[in-house]
């Protein structure tokens, strides 16, 4: 029997919050003023740091977080 786990993918903030100029839908449609506010009041999952410049979330968090959000919403919420 194989002991294989499913590798943690990683989400940049653009992931998260969308970017327009590269046509990146949001996951959480907020400001990034708000975002990092959320983090800090832990409203929002916390990082993980890569590198000194690289800052990232694990993917299984936000999906989770959008869930919570979309509980009770008619739309199709992020999968």
Known sequence: MSDQQTPIRYL????????????????IPVSKSTWWAGVKSGR???????GARTTVWAESDIVSLSNSI??????????
């Not at 929002?44 to 890569?50: M, N």
């Not at 979309?70 to 999968?79: R, S």
């Open 12 to 27: 940049r903030l653009r992931q998260i919050l969308g970017d327009a100029k590269l046509n990146i839908p949001a996951i």
């Open 44 to 50: 929002f999952p916390t990082p993980h740091k890569l």
């Open 70 to 79: 979309c509980t009770g919403a008619k739309e199709a919420c992020y999968e």
